[in-house]
């Protein structure tokens, strides 16, 4: 398995806080991504790094921001969590963006907005 | 907008039967599709991937069959087992995008009865 962790792996948090969720690799790849998984829509994009300090959103980022200050971690943050945004999340992490390079997953975090 | 549309969003077959998952894309841009695999309480895995300059790609039971013109592809799960219970997710890349940037479908449930 590729050397991914995330933490934690459930949350259940409340309305309006703050929530930070971590992935850390110790692959070095260059690429880091945060997905969503809900049902009925399979696997979100929510932001990407392509290198330390380097971020960027993809499809459903409203709401979440991201920091990559060290190649092998890249944290997720929910400034004022909702109830929209209970979901499972993963991180995963590829060593180049271009096709037939395998992005592999995280175990994943559960997080419950009450 | 969905720009990968899977179908069915669940299946069940017999063991040693055939299992089909049928996936299309809109954007003629995507030149590669990956099949993951996704066990529960587990992150996605990548199981086989196509690019589009070939019709059919052969991994020992699965399968992707693609049709460029039609703009689908679909996974086949041959003699299907037990242990192939799992939900199924096809993807297409940019790879021209340079930002590894996976467009999901929205997945599969597969069950394969003894």
């Known amino acids: 398995d590729a050397g991914i962790t995330q933490s934690p792996r459930h949350k259940v948090t409340e309305t309006g806080t703050p929530v930070t969720l971590r992935c850390h690799q110790t692959e070095n790849h260059r690429y880091m991504y945060w997905y969503r998984q809900d049902p009925g829509h399979g696997l979100r994009l929510i932001h990407y790094s392509y290198g330390v300090k380097d971020t960027d959103k993809g499809e459903v980022s409203d709401g979440y921001s991201v920091s990559r200050s060290k190649t092998e971690d890249f944290l997720l943050t929910l400034e004022s969590a909702t109830s929209s945004q209970t979901s499972v999340y993963f991180c995963?992490?590829?060593?180049?963006?271009?096709?037939?390079?395998?992005?592999?997953f995280g175990p994943g975090t559960r997080l419950t907005v009450t | 907008q969905q720009q990968v549309k899977q179908s069915p969003q669940s299946l069940i077959v017999q063991k040693g039967g055939i299992s089909i998952i049928n996936c299309a894309y809109e954007?003629?841009?995507?030149?590669?599709f990956p099949w993951y695999q996704q066990f529960p309480g587990k992150g996605p895995a990548l199981l086989i991937a196509i690019r589009p300059d070939v019709s059919e790609k052969k991994e020992g039971r699965f399968t992707i069959s693609f049709n460029k013109s039609a703009k689908q592809f679909s996974l086949h799960i041959m003699d299907s087992q037990p242990g192939d219970s799992a939900t199924y997710f096809c993807?297409?890349?940019?790879?021209?995008?340079?930002?590894?940037?996976?467009?999901f479908g929205q997945g599969t449930t597969l069950q394969v009865k003894p």
């Open positions: 993807a297409a890349l940019k790879s021209g995008s340079n930002t590894g940037k996976l467009i």
């Open positions: 995963a992490i590829s060593e180049s963006a271009a096709g037939g390079n395998e992005q592999y």
């Open positions: 954007n003629t841009a995507f030149d590669y």
